[in-house]
T-cell receptor
Framework: GDSVTQMEGPVTLSEEAFLTINCTYTATGYPSLFWYVQYPGEGLQLLLKATKADDKGSNKGFEATYRKETTSFHLEKGSVQVSDSAVYFCALDSGYSTLTFGKGTMLLVSP | GAGVSQSPSNKVTEKGKDVELRCDPISGHTALYWYRQRLGQGLEFLIYFQGNSAPDKSGLPSDRFSAERTGESVSTLTIQRTQQEDSAVYLC????????????FGPGTRLTVT
């Protein structure tokens, strides 16, 4: 079945550091890929998505590229801020109507 | 407009009691999803409603779990005879349709079974 694997957290960075959160997936066919973010005390929000191979999703300075050859969708940001502290979830939609989520990676950014 | 709302935000119950969790989706969203998020785990799909179609119940972990939805509005997730392993955050999401449409999540209900 479908599955998503993310790097375990927490990831602890200083402000302005470079961020990478790894995500790999297993799915049949050609899934759509997503990153969701959950800020403290809030619900999950869609951060970015990519629907086909080599697509790059981007939002709020975050980027992720759909790599079919490596079945990956790593999240990157060049310079993190304290306000980016949150839990980040990688997810896929392989067409069965529901999303398959990774376990989430907590990011903690200190000033 | 208003987002997805859930109530209660927190629920503490004794083992063996029944609980009801409520979700109000975004108006006009035909699809509604329930997920469970255990501590340190990803989101587990529970059940999916799409319009007037029969719900997809394939994610419900046992027959103690059930859910209803009235038309394209409110949904209630019921857990009967709660067990400690039911302790989790229960998340509801809604979307305009199914595949390819963004799911909008509520803030969740944190259930603690003592």
């Amino acid at each position: 079945g479908d599955s998503v694997t993310q790097m375990e957290g927490p990831v602890t960075l200083s402000e302005e550091a470079f961020l990478t959160i790894n995500c790999t997936y297993t799915a049949t066919g050609y899934p759509s890929l997503f990153w969701y973010v959950q800020y403290p005390g809030e619900g999950l929000q869609l951060l970015l998505k990519a629907t086909k191979a080599d697509d790059k999703g981007s939002n709020k300075g975050f980027e992720a590229t759909y790599r079919k050859e490596t079945t990956s969708f790593h999240l990157e940001k060049g310079s993190v801020q304290v306000s980016d502290s949150a839990v980040y979830f990688c997810a896929l939609d392989s067409g069965y109507s529901t999303l398959t989520f990774g376990k989430g990676t907590m990011l903690l950014v200190s000033p | 407009g208003a987002g997805v709302s859930q109530s209660p935000s927190n629920k503490v119950t004794e083992k063996g009691k029944d609980v009801e969790l409520r979700c109000d989706p975004i108006s006009g969203h035909t699809a509604l999803y329930w997920y469970r998020q255990r501590l340190g785990q990803g989101l587990e799909f529970l059940i999916y409603f799409q319009g007037n179609s029969a719900p997809d119940k394939s994610g419900l972990p046992s027959d103690r779990f059930s859910a209803e939805r009235t038309g394209e509005s409110v949904s209630t997730l019921t857990i009967q005879r709660t067990q400690q392993e039911d302790s989790a955050v229960y998340l509801c999401a809604s979307s305009l349709g199914d595949r390819g449409h963004e799911q909008y999540f509520g803030p969740g209900t944190r259930l603690t079974v003592t």
